[in-house]
């Protein structure tokens, strides 16, 4: 009985060898400057030359009219481009399901590709498709749907447009994986079951694609959130926030607030808090939204 | 409606997703090889100009120097970053205990903090022991991350305890379980680890773009983020720096995305 006690420490001992390297970094390279930003945040003044100023960067952000833009964005980037996005990737996953579909492989390759492309690669690839010259303009014309070429990344709203266009082409597919994966566990013969019961497609994938594959929706919708109140490459890439500020997202105003000009670190470490309570508020949303349905 | 029109209707939206998906890269490759007037005009056949667009671009970004920084960058994080967390999804699992377990808890919350919230204060902390511009100061923001932890954690649940038990009794220290039995055997994880940890490396911006200030430092996506911001309109010879930006990743995962969607299915599971 001793002898395994001391096996089990021993055992313990050999457990922490294995955790603490990465314990280590994460301590060092994400929680510590977290709480140094933190305290950041409550300093005013330019520079290096910082002095605490209590809540006034935090009442500063409310009447900063960009970064009040930028949060908008976000938003705006992710109720309409994250739902698309993730439907889609539903529609194709459950398709791509069939087993009696031919070709299967390299329809998933093909899908799956775009999120093999660098974030700043494909901003500029889209960018220039969107172009004045670019060849959206160029097929638009010929066709007649627009009678001179449209300059869509000088328009709010349109700049807005080609960024969603952007984002829902670079990670439909990597989400389609997710849910594939996902699908491969619910056994064939439910869906065979259905068939025979009489179920149209639509409830098929209503009630029982859906509701099983919960959990890997909950993970990509959780995922997508993060990821859309963190863009950034897109932002400087593609639009470079333009037309003035109209399509700029959160962290590219931030990185512009403290490395370009005179670097505000209290006033832009309090914007970046702004960002982990709205990630994690909505983090907190749809994991009880998730519960909820059972 | 019958099945046999079911059936043409996914090949309808499959092939139209398809096709949707690969075109920007395929336009890519062709602008590559041709001149801009002829990209502006529409031209969609590969042309003659690969040479001509490449002499051009190197005259403009020392792209070749760029390449090897974010191959020696990418390479060096992505063996180091798989090590530390593979070790640590391993010991997570295998030896979890109550600390062990609100210690993982913390780590995943950890994946909640933006990283333009870190930026700052590492920036700040890297420019004073003199990281900046160094592949150290590169990586150490991104060797430890939850997610491959994660990933790692769930494929040694699925590793059978008795095959530990095993070896154990057959005299191997727990360093030669992992080493010689869970890495062997979990290879289709480790691939799945290799390509997200190697294209998070490679496409990694934000980073790059605040520490690598000297130009001899910088990064292929800070390259051609570059040769944009200029009044370079040269398209061909952008989009031969795009297609040499992308060519790495995309050979990577076209090679190993059989692995990447099942070491995924380990971690959704």
């Given at each position: 009985?001793?002898?395994?006690?001391?096996?089990?420490?021993?055992?313990?001992?050999?457990?922490?060898?294995?955790?603490?390297?990465?314990?280590?970094?994460?301590?060092?390279?994400?929680?510590?400057?977290?709480?140094?930003?933190?305290?950041?945040?409550?300093?005013?003044?330019?520079?290096?030359?910082?002095?605490?100023?209590?809540?006034?960067?935090?009442?500063?952000?409310?009447?900063?009219?960009?970064?009040?833009?930028?949060?908008?964005?976000?938003?705006?980037?992710?109720?309409?481009?994250?739902?698309?996005?993730?439907?889609?990737?539903?529609?194709?996953?459950?398709?791509?399901?069939?087993?009696?579909?031919?070709?299967?492989?390299?329809?998933?390759?093909?899908?799956?590709?775009?999120?093999?492309?660098?974030?700043?690669?494909?901003?500029?690839?889209?960018?220039?498709?969107?172009?004045?010259?670019?060849?959206?303009?160029?097929?638009?014309?010929?066709?007649?749907?627009?009678?001179?070429?449209?300059?869509?990344?000088?328009?709010?709203?349109?700049?807005?447009?080609?960024?969603?266009?952007?984002?829902?082409?670079?990670?439909?597919?990597?989400?389609?994986?997710?849910?594939?994966?996902?699908?491969?566990?619910?056994?064939?013969?439910?869906?065979?079951?259905?068939?025979?019961?009489?179920?149209?497609?639509?409830?098929?994938?209503?009630?029982?694609?859906?509701?099983?594959?919960k959990p890997t929706i909950l993970l990509t919708a959780i995922?997508?959130?993060?990821?859309?109140?963190?863009?950034?490459?897109?932002?400087?890439?593609?639009?470079?926030?333009?037309?003035?500020?109209?399509?700029?997202?959160?962290?590219?105003?931030?990185?512009?607030?403290?490395?370009?000009?005179?670097?505000?670190?209290?006033?832009?470490?309090?914007?970046?808090?702004?960002?982990?309570?709205?990630?994690?508020?909505?983090?907190?949303?749809q994991l009880?939204v998730g519960?909820?349905?059972? | 409606?019958?099945?046999?029109?079911?059936?043409?209707?996914?090949?309808?939206?499959?092939?139209?997703?398809?096709?949707?998906?690969?075109?920007?890269?395929?336009?890519?490759?062709?602008?590559?090889?041709?001149?801009?007037?002829?990209?502006?005009?529409?031209?969609?056949?590969?042309?003659?100009?690969?040479?001509?667009?490449?002499?051009?671009?190197?005259?403009?970004?020392?792209?070749?120097?760029?390449?090897?920084?974010?191959?020696?960058?990418?390479?060096?994080?992505?063996?180091?970053?798989?090590?530390?967390?593979?070790?640590?999804?391993?010991?997570?699992?295998?030896?979890?205990?109550?600390?062990?377990?609100?210690?993982?808890?913390?780590?995943?919350?950890?994946?909640?903090?933006?990283?333009?919230?870190?930026?700052?204060?590492?920036?700040?902390?890297?420019?004073?022991?003199?990281?900046?511009?160094?592949?150290?100061?590169?990586?150490?923001?991104?060797?430890?991350?939850?997610?491959?932890?994660?990933?790692?954690?769930?494929?040694?649940?699925?590793?059978?305890?008795?095959?530990?038990?095993?070896?154990?009794?057959?005299?191997?220290?727990?360093?030669?379980?992992?080493?010689?039995?869970?890495?062997?055997?979990?290879?289709?994880?480790?691939?799945?680890?290799?390509?997200?940890?190697?294209?998070?490396?490679?496409?990694?911006?934000?980073?790059?773009?605040?520490?690598?200030?000297?130009?001899?430092?910088?990064?292929?996506?800070?390259?051609?983020?570059?040769?944009?911001?200029?009044?370079?309109?040269?398209?061909?010879?952008?989009?031969?720096?795009?297609?040499?930006?992308?060519?790495?990743?995309?050979?990577?995962?076209?090679?190993?995305?059989?692995?990447?969607?099942?070491?995924?299915?380990?971690?959704?599971?």
């Amino acid at each position: 009985m001793k002898s395994k006690t001391r096996l089990n420490q021993r055992r313990n001992i050999y457990g922490w060898l294995f955790l603490i390297p990465a314990v280590v970094l994460i301590a060092t390279m994400s929680f510590a400057p977290a709480v140094s930003a933190l305290i950041t945040s409550f300093k005013t003044g330019n520079g290096a030359d910082l002095h605490f100023g209590g809540l006034k960067n935090y009442s500063r952000i409310l009447k900063d009219a960009v970064f009040v833009q930028s949060i908008k964005n976000c938003f705006f980037y992710l109720i309409i481009q994250v739902p698309i996005m993730l439907i889609l990737a539903l529609i194709l996953a459950s398709m791509l399901n069939n087993n009696k579909l031919r070709f299967k492989g390299i329809m998933r390759t093909c899908i799956f590709l775009p999120c093999a492309t660098s974030l700043v690669a494909y901003s500029i690839i889209f960018r220039t498709l969107f172009a004045t010259d670019g060849f959206v303009n160029l097929v638009a014309t010929k066709l007649h749907i627009i009678s001179e070429p449209y300059n869509f990344l000088a328009h709010p709203t349109s700049a807005k447009i080609v960024i969603i266009i952007a984002l829902v082409w670079r990670w439909t597919g990597y989400n389609m994986v997710f849910y594939l994966a996902g699908l491969q566990n619910i056994e064939y013969s439910v869906y065979e079951a259905a068939k025979i019961d009489g179920a149209s497609a639509l409830q098929t994938f209503l009630r029982i694609t859906i509701p099983l594959l919960k959990p890997t929706i909950l993970l990509t919708a959780i995922m997508s959130t993060n990821g859309t109140l963190q863009l950034f490459d897109e932002s400087v890439n593609l639009t470079n926030g333009g037309p003035s500020n109209a399509s700029i997202t959160m962290s590219h105003y931030i990185y512009n607030q403290a490395f370009q000009g005179v670097p505000k670190f209290g006033y832009t470490s309090a914007m970046s808090f702004v960002i982990l309570f709205l990630v994690a508020i909505l983090a907190a949303v749809q994991l009880k939204v998730g519960d909820k349905r059972d | 409606m019958t099945e046999k029109n079911k059936l043409i209707i996914q090949y309808i939206v499959l092939i139209f997703a398809s096709v949707i998906s690969v075109f920007p890269l395929v336009w890519m490759m062709i602008a590559a090889t041709n001149r801009t007037v002829d990209i502006i005009a529409g031209k969609l056949t590969f042309g003659t100009q690969l040479v001509t667009n490449y002499n051009n671009l190197i005259a403009n970004q020392d792209i070749f120097r760029g390449f090897m920084n974010s191959v020696k960058y990418s390479v060096i994080q992505t063996l180091v970053s798989i090590l530390i967390c593979s070790l640590a999804g391993y010991g997570f699992e295998v030896f979890h205990d109550k600390v062990k377990d609100a210690l993982m808890a913390l780590i995943l919350m950890s994946m909640m903090i933006p990283f333009v919230a870190l930026m700052i204060p590492l920036f700040r902390m890297f420019s004073s022991v003199g990281l900046l511009n160094s592949t150290l100061g590169f990586i150490l923001p991104s060797l430890s991350t939850p997610f491959l932890i994660m990933l790692f954690r769930a494929a040694a649940r699925s590793f059978p305890a008795e095959m530990i038990e095993a070896a154990r009794i057959d005299g191997l220290n727990e360093f030669g379980i992992f080493f010689r039995m869970f890495i062997p055997t979990m290879r289709s994880t480790f691939a799945a680890a290799l390509t997200v940890t190697f294209m998070n490396a490679w496409n990694n911006y934000i980073w790059p773009k605040v520490i690598m200030q000297d130009s001899k430092a910088q990064t292929l996506p800070m390259m051609i983020s570059n040769l944009t911001s200029g009044y370079f309109t040269d398209y061909g010879a952008l989009m031969l720096a795009v297609l040499i930006t992308t060519l790495p990743t995309a050979v990577l995962f076209l090679a190993l995305q059989k692995n990447f969607a099942e070491g995924i299915t380990g971690a959704v599971k």
